[in-house]
């Protein structure tokens, strides 16, 4: 079992950053993604960035050049260096680990609010 906790959500102007983190705990396989998706009102569910064991990253388009996804996999944890934040970038963030092996679990946070807005 794995368990998610992100932190770093909130309120910021456009143009503005934040950085979303996320901490895992329980049975990390050495086989393994950690990814960000986010939902806004109305909408589906989308990948925003993801990073598998390897370190080999995979950015939606819109968030390319101003998204950085980073984890660190002795702690365990996925982050999200989010800069030049436009109001399009206003949903709940959710923190995804997928393991890969024998057999294959994935497992979500309860995502935090991100909104821009002036």
């Known amino acids: 079992q794995v368990q998610l906790v992100e932190s770093g959500g909130g309120l910021v102007q456009p143009g503005g950053s934040l950085r979303l983190s996320c901490k895992a705990s329980?049975?990390?396989?050495?086989?393994?993604?950690m990814g960000w998706y986010r939902q806004a009102p109305g909408k589906q569910r989308e990948l925003v960035a993801a990073i598998r064991s390897g370190a080999r990253a995979n950015y939606a388009d819109s968030v390319k050049g101003r998204f950085t996804i980073s984890r660190d996999n002795a702690k365990n944890t996925v982050s999200l260096q989010m800069n030049s934040l436009k109001p399009e970038d206003t949903a709940v963030y959710y923190c995804?680990?997928?393991?890969?092996?024998?057999?294959?679990?994935?497992?979500w946070g309860q995502g935090t609010q991100v909104t821009v807005s002036s």
């Open positions: 995804k680990v997928d393991n890969y092996g024998s057999r294959w679990f994935a497992y």
């Open positions: 329980g049975s990390i396989f050495s086989d393994n993604a």
